[in-house]
């Protein structure tokens, strides 16, 4: 039985990508509205963790007068706050800034600054303003351009790459994570997001894939903790995240019911 609901995960899989390339367009007004929301009502909330190199998203906040957690979602989607982070197309860090181009548009000329949290921290947030400046502080269009590139996506918002459309929608999925809004189980104040455990659950090639595998489960399992991120082996991984050893096995249970099993 277990096996048969798995296998009926995987078999929505072309179904729910089918449906989330096809209807871009609705998906863009969608992300659009949600980023105008966020950008009016919840920039002054607080993160719901203690993130690595607190100081440095902080200093560069008030730098750039950027919401604190608009960093630190970004630098969640990119990375996942590795520091040593590099992609395939040779974006480096914590932000990951794309080497040479955006680095030397940003003043930095050595590869290994990109190295220190502090200076790609900066270097991701002064190209956030700078993009939002261009895009008259409209964030889904900004952050389009930050995976992108401004050159491809139009400042009157026209057509959009399916796949920019994407990435703006995993940075608000990250978002919520940070704003503590997307996790059945709330943190306590103060907790620590090294603290927290991560279990890979599956891996794909495809960032749709992933996408649609999450969010089928999620409709199985809807109290689970789930995310997945893009890593820099051109992977995407989906993982299960929990507090403790108690959660953990709580959200294993949930995992067994909807026909997935862990260790």
Same mark, same amino acid.
């Given at each position: $039985?277990?096996? @048969?609901?798995?296998?009926?995960?995987?078999?929505?899989? &072309?179904?729910?990508?089918?449906?989330?390339? =096809?209807?871009?367009?609705? /998906?863009?007004?969608?992300?659009?509205?949600?980023?105008?929301?966020?950008? *009016?009502?919840?920039?002054?909330?607080?993160?719901?963790?203690?993130? &690595?190199?607190? =100081?440095?998203?902080?200093?560069?906040?008030? @730098?750039?007068?950027?919401?604190?957690?608009?960093?630190?979602?970004?630098?969640?989607?990119?990375?996942?706050?590795?520091? =040593?982070?590099?992609?395939?197309?040779?974006?480096?860090?914590? /932000?990951? #800034?794309?080497?040479?181009? =955006?680095? *030397?548009?940003?003043? %930095?000329?050595?590869?290994?600054?990109?190295?220190?949290?502090?200076?790609?921290?900066?270097? !991701?947030?002064?190209?956030?303003?700078?993009?939002?400046?261009?895009?008259?502080?409209? /964030?889904?269009?900004?952050?389009?351009?930050?995976?992108?590139?401004?050159?491809? #996506?139009?400042?009157?918002?026209?057509? %959009? +790459?399916?796949?920019?459309?994407?990435?703006?929608?995993? %940075?608000?999925?990250?978002?919520?994570?940070?704003?503590?809004?997307?996790?059945?189980? *709330? +943190?306590?104040?103060?907790?620590?997001?090294?603290?927290? !455990?991560?279990?890979?659950?599956?891996?794909?090639?495809? +960032?749709?894939?992933?996408?649609?595998?999450?969010?089928?489960?999620? @409709?199985?399992? &809807?109290?689970?903790?789930?995310?997945?991120?893009?890593?820099?082996?051109? *992977?995407?991984?989906?993982? /299960?995240?929990?507090?403790?050893? @108690?959660?953990?096995?709580?959200?294993?249970? $949930?995992?067994?019911?909807?026909?997935?099993?862990?260790?």
């Amino acid at each position: $039985m277990l096996l @048969q609901k798995f296998r009926t995960i995987l078999r929505l899989i &072309p179904v729910l990508v089918f449906v989330i390339v =096809t209807d871009a367009h609705a /998906m863009e007004q969608d992300l659009d509205a949600a980023w105008r929301d966020y950008s *009016k009502s919840r920039t002054h909330l607080e993160p719901a963790y203690r993130f &690595p190199y607190a =100081t440095c998203f902080g200093t560069a906040a008030i @730098q750039y007068d950027l919401p604190e957690t608009l960093l630190l979602a970004v630098a969640r989607g990119e990375s996942d706050f590795e520091a =040593t982070a590099r992609s395939r197309a040779n974006a480096h860090g914590v /932000m990951q #800034i794309l080497w040479p181009g =955006t680095a *030397k548009h940003l003043g %930095i000329h050595r590869l290994s600054e990109l190295y220190d949290p502090c200076t790609n921290i900066d270097a !991701g947030a002064r190209y956030l303003r700078e993009l939002l400046a261009r895009y008259d502080g409209n /964030m889904h269009l900004a952050l389009a351009a930050y995976n992108y590139g401004p050159r491809r #996506i139009p400042v009157d918002g026209g057509a %959009i +790459p399916s796949g920019a459309n994407w990435y703006s929608g995993y %940075i608000f999925r990250h978002l919520n994570y940070v704003l503590g809004s997307g996790n059945a189980v *709330k +943190p306590v104040s103060e907790a620590l997001y090294s603290d927290l !455990g991560q279990s890979t659950l599956v891996t794909f090639a495809e +960032p749709y894939r992933a996408a649609a595998f999450v969010e089928s489960l999620e @409709q199985l399992a &809807p109290d689970l903790n789930l995310d997945w991120f893009r890593r820099g082996t051109g *992977k995407f991984e989906v993982v /299960m995240t929990y507090a403790d050893r @108690q959660e953990f096995d709580s959200s294993a249970r $949930m995992l067994r019911g909807a026909g997935f099993r862990i260790d």
